[in-house]
């Protein structure tokens, strides 16, 4: 079984252990493809990753990174001419919290259970600096996400405070994503400061999230 978390310092794990990727761009490959909700076309990955390199020489050089990939994943990543993707029994946490988050409506033990995996920002302490437009996108995204989380607490609040479901009470570890987060991102300066990062990153949202 392959976890990959990307909320807080990302980590990818079989069966609970942790899969070592040695090389960085790999590493940042996989991380991109398992955020987005459907497979990523290969031209994307070139443009996202070497867009100053010769077509062919990129073309290879994204081949060899996959190689390494599925050598180390096997079935785990889907490859094939045209896309690239992420097997439908890999566990993502930036997937599943948005993925519950959004279903959870005002349920109370939905919310937590969703807020629980916001274990840290998105990618926390990963950079690539030889690829700006795939740290323009993980920023946005960064942001992005933790405006989600932000938003989501004052309905738990409320939900709190008018008895829905009045035997949850948020946690301060839950499943394999312990949580010590909730505190911190209700805070009204972590919040405020979310639009501020964000200036100059969502140019490369329309083609990149």
Request: charged share 25%; aromatic share 6%.
């Amino acid at each position: 079984m392959i976890d990959i978390c990307l909320l807080g310092h990302p980590n990818v794990l079989r069966d609970g252990e942790p899969l070592k990727i040695s090389r960085r761009k790999s590493r940042a490959i996989l991380f991109y493809s398992a955020a987005q909700a459907q497979p990523v076309p290969r031209q994307a990955l070139l443009e996202l990753f070497w867009p100053d390199l010769p077509r062919t020489a990129a073309q290879q050089t994204l081949r060899t990174s996959l190689h390494g990939l599925r050598t180390e994943l096997g079935a785990a990543l889907q490859v094939d001419e045209q896309v690239i993707g992420i097997a439908s029994d890999v566990r993502v946490d930036v997937q599943e919290f948005s993925e519950k988050l959004d279903a959870a409506g005002s349920d109370i033990p939905n919310l937590v259970q969703a807020l629980s995996l916001y274990r840290g920002d998105f990618l926390e302490g990963f950079i690539l600096p030889d690829a700006g437009a795939f740290e323009d996108w993980m920023y946005f995204e960064r942001d992005h996400l933790r405006q989600k989380a932000v938003m989501a607490l004052p309905g738990l609040r409320c939900c709190m405070r008018t008895g829905a479901n009045s035997n949850s009470r948020l946690p301060v570890s839950t499943g394999p994503y312990p949580s010590t987060r909730c505190k911190r991102i209700c805070s009204e300066k972590e919040s405020a400061s979310i639009s501020s990062r964000a200036t100059g990153r969502a140019r490369s949202s329309a083609m990149m999230s």
